[in-house]
């Protein structure tokens, strides 16, 4: 379709289709062109526990109860415990939090520091985005008489650990209705005990004196823990993430409206945003440095406190990039010897934990397969700790449960396109081969699936920024969600040259007298960046990828970000 020129009803058209592409039906249109929480927000009472949860926070409040909130190291975990901090100190409550140290403690609730929070006078500990897993943990902290509410959202076992409560939508023993809500992030789980609790609350007549938390106010922290987690973009979520990016943009939030400014983002974010600049630079905290400083900043009210932090979030980013580029390149040297392996199990001593699960991220998407990384010796008893990171279709979180079941790891767990684990190196031979063996069908038939879908076609003039916000509002995109892809020819490329470390910068321009700017990330080394760079000139391609707005200049333009080509004059 050539869309050089269209109308507001072929703009209709466009978003339609992109819908009902992504299996939206007819008569459930409208509720998806613009998601809101009215449309998808389920009672809270579908889940199992939620009521109870709800219950004893609001007893806890009442009481006026000494509460800590135990959050994991990463942005889920960091939201997620900011967003309860937030709504207990908006009903007067200051909650404590505690984050424990990715390399001194590792994943999940320590029974140590669940029960040293209890002798400090903690009365009531809510895990948010931990918890699911954590038998001995949970045994110590209920020997210890301290009440522990888990939020979660990880792969459950049959046999769930002690809890006062136990949220999480993938618990097995779930309803269908509660369980159709498995795609939820923690921080996700988190606003929905916040919804159940305020509804508690309002029952027993707490507010008859006072106003109510602002629920709509938290979404910004929903929006950036979800979108960071990569959980999908569907059904509620895509409602929580829409609505929270419109939060976000008036930057009410003190520490995320630093963090922005940190990030150099000169407009209100996009999920992109979300992603690729503030997530990180939250991350970078639990992976290289002090694990408490997302929390702190999302909760902070103290402007001089936030931008200080962000700076710090920042300056530690940069920092894990350069370990990060240090333990791919030792972990890529390995990849060659494992070409018939279904799953990469890539170990080494010495590799910093707080980054290998951007690394198995990284090596994933080169491989195309399911991939672990582990840095041996990451522990004092010599153990390796591990992360992976999986392919749509294979759930990697359930293998791991598995093995860990089988005897073949010392701690493992997860959700389908993610995991960690302990191992003792002289098990990682049996590991990947019964990965393998398990995993093989899967892989290849994933590896079968692969292809590139295309939304649209159309010729270069039709590459407009009123094509771009076109395809916008059919968004917010993401993992279960995708981003709609074009392919745009056909051209001829005028430039094409290396920008940065491994980008491939170009110009396309087609005979419809239409031209634009295109760029394909990290794609140097890669089969398409060698044909763009070396096999091109002269030669008629078509370039597919995604539409985005080039707000660099004066005026905005629409680029494309490639992901592949083809040849069109073969």
Not at 84 to 98: K, N, P, Q, S, T
Not at 451 to 469: H, N, Q, W
Request: charged share 25%; hydrophobic share 45%.
């Amino acid at each position: 379709m050539d869309i050089g020129t269209f109308g507001p009803d072929t703009l209709d058209d466009i978003v339609t289709q992109l819908l009902l592409s992504r299996g939206v039906s007819r008569d459930d249109l409208d509720r998806h062109r613009r998601p809101t929480l009215r449309d998808f927000l389920p009672d809270p009472s579908i889940f199992r526990d939620m009521d109870a949860a709800a219950a004893r926070l609001s007893d806890a409040v009442i009481r006026g109860q000494r509460i800590t909130i135990y959050g994991d190291y990463d942005v889920d975990g960091a939201t997620s415990a900011a967003l309860l901090i937030r709504l207990l100190r908006d009903m007067g409550v200051e909650a404590g939090h505690y984050i424990p140290d990715r390399l001194l403690e590792g994943y999940g609730p320590s029974g140590e520091a669940l029960v040293r929070l209890a002798h400090e006078g903690s009365e009531l500990i809510v895990t948010v985005d931990c918890g699911a897993m954590a038998h001995e943990a949970l045994t110590m902290a209920q020997a210890a008489g301290v009440d522990v509410i888990v939020v979660d959202h990880h792969k459950c076992a049959a046999q769930l650990p002690p809890a006062a409560a136990l949220v999480n939508p993938n618990r097995l023993d779930e309803s269908d209705e509660a369980a159709a809500h498995g795609h939820l992030a923690a921080v996700g789980m988190a606003f929905l005990l916040a919804v159940a609790t305020v509804r508690e609350l309002r029952a027993r007549g707490w507010f008859d004196k006072g106003k109510a938390p602002d629920l709509m106010a938290l979404l910004d922290l929903v929006a950036l823990g979800t979108v960071a987690d990569v959980a999908q973009i569907k059904g509620l979520n895509r409602a929580l993430v829409a609505q929270g990016l419109k939060i976000m943009a008036r930057r009410q939030n003190i520490g995320l409206s630093a963090l922005i400014d940190a990030s150099r983002l000169s407009r209100a974010p996009t999920c992109s945003d979300l992603g690729f600049a503030l997530g990180p630079r939250i991350n970078a905290g639990g992976r290289v440095g002090e694990a408490t400083l997302g929390v702190r900043l999302l909760t902070t009210e103290d402007p001089a406190e936030a931008r200080e932090i962000a700076g710090q979030l920042s300056r530690l980013n940069e920092e894990r990039r350069a370990i990060e580029q240090e333990v791919q390149a030792a972990a890529e040297a390995q990849i060659a010897a494992q070409h018939n392996r279904a799953v990469m199990v890539l170990a080494g001593f010495g590799w910093h934990p707080g980054v290998i699960g951007i690394v198995a991220g990284r090596i994933k998407e080169k491989t195309g397969k399911p991939t672990l990384v582990i840095a041996l010796g990451a522990d004092d008893d010599g153990r390796g700790k591990g992360s992976g990171r999986s392919v749509a279709g294979v759930d990697l979180g359930a293998a791991i449960i598995a093995a860990r079941e089988a005897g073949l790891l010392v701690a493992g767990g997860g959700h389908a396109m993610a995991c960690g684990l302990t191992i003792e190196p002289d098990r990682l031979g049996a590991l990947a081969d019964w990965l393998d063996e398990r995993l093989a069908r899967d892989v290849l038939a994933a590896q079968a699936a692969q292809s590139l879908l295309l939304d649209l076609s159309l010729s270069p003039r039709g590459l407009t920024p009123a094509l771009v916000e076109t395809l916008d509002a059919a968004g917010p995109f993401g993992v279960g969600w995708p981003g709609p892809r074009v392919a745009v020819g056909p051209v001829r490329l005028v430039k094409c040259d290396l920008v940065g470390s491994d980008h491939v910068r170009m110009v396309a321009a087609g005979s419809d007298g239409g031209s634009f700017k295109a760029i394909a990330f990290r794609a140097a080394e890669s089969a398409l960046g060698q044909a763009l760079l070396h096999g091109s000139r002269g030669r008629l391609l078509w370039l597919a990828g995604r539409a985005k707005i080039d707000d660099w200049g004066s005026r905005p333009a629409a680029e494309l970000h490639v992901e592949d080509a083809a040849f069109a004059d073969r």
